[in-house]
């Protein structure tokens, strides 16, 4: 029996979307008002999900607590109350779209998470705007 255990959580980052090697006017055209040079805020939600095989000696695919953790070190803590742009390695060179930070977060957590347990995360950028990502 695989099931799906999913927890939700919350950071709130800034973020500026742009091409250093393209024009302000074609970063302008492409990006819009996330093209600003002074960047802006996003309330980003997450669920991230994790599918196993019931342990028997436990009746639990991962603890959620253990899960609640690593989302705390591996999101929260790194991107909470950041510039996305300025603070986070990881997008010193990517643009940090919601599509580009739904794969950085499932590349930070699939590392810590166990190898047998299937991954999948979606994250919101507004309430209606949202990406997910499995892995593919
Ligand atoms: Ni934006």
Not at 53 to 58: K, Q, R, V
Not at 125 to 131: H, I, K, Q
């Given at each position: 029996m695989r099931?799906?255990?999913s927890r939700k959580a919350h950071f709130n980052?800034?973020?500026r979307l742009y091409r250093p090697d393209w024009s302000f006017e074609k970063n302008d055209a492409i990006f819009g008002k996330c093209n600003n040079?002074?960047?802006h805020g996003h309330n980003y939600d997450l669920t991230v999900s994790v599918t196993g095989?019931?342990?028997?000696?436990?009746g639990f695919v991962m603890?959620?607590?253990i899960l609640k953790d690593f989302i705390k070190s591996e999101v929260e803590d790194a991107?909470?109350?950041k510039n996305l742009n300025l603070d986070v390695p990881e997008f010193k060179e990517l643009n940090p779209t919601a599509e580009n930070i739904v794969v950085v977060i499932y590349d930070k957590?699939?590392?810590v998470l166990d190898s047998n347990l299937d991954l999948e995360v979606t994250l919101y950028?507004?309430?209606?705007?949202?990406?997910t990502y499995s892995g593919n």
């Open positions: 099931v799906t255990v980052s800034a973020h040079p002074n960047y095989e019931i342990d028997p000696e436990t603890d959620v607590k991107f909470d109350h957590l699939k590392k950028e507004t309430a209606r705007n949202f990406v």
